[in-house]
């Protein structure tokens, strides 16, 4: 099957600095990526969805200049936290939808982020 | 409005019991799918089973299977035998026609020994 992969899989980082993470699909091509957050014991937030060679659409309240994303390539898309502040700890998920209408998406692991 | 409704914030199973994870949903497409996924504690989204709007017949997958009453918009999720492994945190989702995923609030299920 599909394998997506992300690192770094946790991340601390001092409030103030930006962090990215990179999400990677590693047998298959991923043209759209989408990029999730989730905290503890809440469900999936879908924050963006990064697509190849154009400019990301972010979700309502998402703010764009906080969290970049770039998908230069067919098989990498990056999330860049800019200026990092504790509210931006969470857990990031990144991935790729399937070919068809059946499929499920295909998950990366995950990267934890705390800021201090 | 579409939406994915999980009434049950948490259950708690004996071992060996089988267990019902309830998962409502509203939408108007004709054409949409129904997902499961089970995250434990180590955070990766694992893919259990998938129903789609026209299937006739229940989806099932080893332990897994989905009890799907479109009539009601219901399609929860069932697991035979429920082993110590199983505790994690249950999320259903709901796929209408343009292909985003709706995400329900989840249950945490926690086997007993």
């Given amino acids: 099957g599909a394998v997506v992969s992300q690192h770094p899989s946790w991340v601390i980082c001092k409030s103030g600095t930006s962090v990215k993470i990179e999400c990677r699909s590693l047998d298959f091509q991923a043209t759209t990526m989408f990029w999730y957050r989730q905290f503890p014991k809440q469900s999936l937030m879908l924050m963006a969805t990064s697509n190849e060679g154009s400019k990301a659409t972010y979700e309502q309240g998402v703010e764009k200049d906080k969290f970049l994303i770039n998908h230069a390539s067919l098989t990498l898309s990056t999330l860049t936290v800019t200026s990092a502040h504790p509210e931006d700890s969470s857990f990031y998920i990144c991935s790729a939808p399937g070919l068809a209408f059946t499929d499920t998406q295909y998950f990366g692991p995950g990267t934890r982020l705390t800021v201090l | ?113």
């Fill in chain 2, 1 to 113: 409005a579409q939406k994915i409704t999980q009434t049950q914030p948490g259950m708690f199973v004996q071992e060996k019991e089988a267990v019902t994870l309830d998962c409502t949903y509203d939408t108007s497409d004709p054409s949409y799918g129904l997902f499961w996924y089970k995250q434990p504690s180590s955070g990766e989204m694992i893919f259990l089973i998938y129903q789609g709007s026209y299937d006739q017949q229940n989806a099932t997958e080893g332990r897994y299977s989905l009890n799907f009453q479109k009539a009601r918009k219901s399609a929860n999720l069932v697991i035979s035998a429920s082993q110590l492994g199983d505790s994690a945190m249950y999320f259903c989702a709901m796929r209408p026609s343009n292909y985003q995923l709706i995400w329900g609030a989840g249950t945490k299920l926690i086997i007993k020994p």
